[in-house]
């Protein structure tokens, strides 16, 4: 199995407060993701980094930002949750992009209340 | 700009077969699938690439049709085990978009 954990893994905020979510890789690979999923949606892509501070915005990136400093963190930052940022989140990296697999984290769920 | 996946669920006995079919308004780079179990993370199946490239499982095929924007996922003989949501991915231009899934349940 690829080496990405996601942190936390179960987390319960108010609305108006900031979030962050850490993914971490031991691959070494270029690329970096985060989607949401939700019942009836599937996975959305929020942001994805192609490299250290080189980042680009998906199709849901509205009230999210990412920070890349360093090649195995990836860090996506909710600066102000609203109950509509309740879903699970998952990490995803890949080697190349566009045509490698990309490989999952276990996800991060969070409800905001 | 997100595929369309048909049927949304199916209810297969072992050992029979199953298609999942992917299309998608868009001029396509790549199809990607995957499997997912409940409360666990995607798992790659197969990347069907222009040009008749594929990569993936040993016993799932796939194919995909540029000219149609479609690609179908073929589970032959199905287990127990390929029981699990089903997602494409495509890529269009420099964007990752997934379908909304297809729930395939396997009984014996």
């Known amino acids: 199995d690829a080496g990405i954990t996601q942190s936390p893994r179960h987390k319960v905020t108010e609305t108006g407060t900031p979030v962050t979510l850490r993914c971490h890789q031991t691959?070494?690979?270029?690329?970096m993701y985060w989607y949401r999923q939700d019942p009836g949606h599937g996975l959305r892509l929020i942001h994805y980094s192609y490299g250290v501070k080189d980042t680009d915005k998906g199709e849901v990136s509205d009230g999210y930002s990412v920070s890349r400093s360093k090649t195995e963190d990836f860090l996506l930052t909710l600066e102000s949750a609203t109950s509509s940022q309740t879903s699970v989140y998952f990490c995803?990296?890949?080697?190349?992009?566009?045509?490698?697999?990309?490989?999952f984290g276990p996800g991060t769920r969070l409800l905001v209340l | 700009q997100q595929p369309v996946q048909s049927p949304q669920a199916v209810i297969l006995r072992e050992g029979e077969d199953a298609v999942i079919n992917c299309s998608s308004s868009k001029a396509l780079y790549s199809v990607h699938w995957y499997r997912q179990k409940h409360g666990e993370a995607p798992v790659f199946l197969m990347i069907?690439?222009?040009?008749?490239e594929q990569k993936g499982h040993e016993k799932i095929s796939a194919s995909f049709n540029e000219k149609k924007q479609q690609s179908s996922l073929y589970l032959t003989a199905s287990q127990l085990s390929y029981s699990g949501t089903y997602f494409c991915?495509?890529?269009?231009?420099?964007?990752?978009?997934f379908g909304t899934g297809t729930s395939l349940t396997v009984i014996p």
């Open positions: 691959e070494n690979h270029r690329y």
């Open positions: 995803a990296i890949s080697e190349m992009y566009r045509v490698e697999t990309q490989y």
């Open positions: 069907l690439l222009k040009g008749g």
């Open positions: 991915g495509t890529v269009t231009g420099n964007q990752f978009y």
